[in-house]
């Protein structure tokens, strides 16, 4: 027998009761999301501040698009790469102001910390990770250290999903702080640096601080250490930084 066999209609309901939306437009986006018909549901439950985010996505995967751009081209012609650092800054402004507009409008959306999440794991975590191939950290391992960035900003965001609503809260009703550095931050850090590299013509072969283990199988850059702290940064849980 399962375990949910045991649960009385009662207790069914009550789960229900939890799970249902209390405010009355993130009611009506369930049932618009939950609707059979109409092709063109999933637009007409969007918020102005659900599409704001959106471009913060779109932001990101143009940086993706331009880091790999500069890697298929000219290492001379910076270009493309310019576009990747900028790319990501501008996925934070939108990341900023689609909670300013969602507070403005008094319209809080079910899809919408989602959708936000989603998009910064492109914008903040997927980005950065392929400036820093575009640069040279191309060993075996730089791989495995970028994976672990990415997959530590993945696993940052999920918690935070999970545990916003226990965060304790100011009179406003807006989380006192994050559990862990946000994934905005790592993202303006790693990419700061590698801008700084780029500028003082420290990439490919001059990456600060060279090459360890050269030759072997476990070759790896140094400097990628920089993708590892903040990967860490990101999930600790007894790191508190305010929020402004």
């Known amino acids: 027998m399962s ?13 229900k009761a939890l799970v249902k939306p209390k ?3 993130q009611s009506k986006q369930a049932t618009l999301l939950a609707q059979d018909t109409g092709h063109f549901s999933l637009v007409r439950a969007l918020h102005l501040a659900d599409a704001i985010t959106e471009m913060n996505g779109f932001c990101g995967f143009m940086a993706v698009l331009s880091a790999m751009r ?19 800054v501008a996925g934070l402004m939108f990341d900023f102001l689609d909670g300013k507009v969602a507070r403005w409008r ?6 919408g910390q989602e959708l936000d999440s989603l998009a910064d794991l492109i914008s903040f975590g997927v980005a950065p990770a392929s400036v820093g191939f575009a640069l040279g ?3 075996n391992v730089d791989h495995l250290i ?29 989380s006192k702080y994050f559990e862990g550095t ?12 590698m801008a700084l590299w780029t500028w003082m013509g420290a990439i490919h072969d001059h990456i600060p601080l060279g090459i360890a283990l050269a030759g072997t199988p476990f070759e790896f850059h140094p ?12 999930c600790s849980k007894t790191l508190h930084v305010p929020k402004p």
């Open 3 to 15: 375990q949910r066999a045991g649960i009385t209609s009662a207790e069914r309901e009550k789960d």
């Open 23 to 25: 405010d009355p437009v």
């Open 70 to 88: 500069y890697a298929m081209g000219d290492p001379s012609h910076f270009t493309n790469l310019y576009a990747a650092f900028i790319f990501p």
């Open 106 to 111: 008094k319209k809080s959306s079910l899809m």
């Open 137 to 139: 950290l191309r060993t």
């Open 146 to 174: 970028l994976s672990f960035y990415v997959l530590c900003g993945l696993t940052r965001l999920a918690r935070f999903n999970v545990t916003v609503a226990m965060l304790p809260k100011d009179e406003t009703g807006k």
């Open 182 to 193: 946000p994934i905005p931050f790592a993202c303006l850090t790693s990419t700061t640096i």
């Open 223 to 234: 400097a990628a250490v920089i993708f590892v702290i903040n990967g860490c940064l990101m």
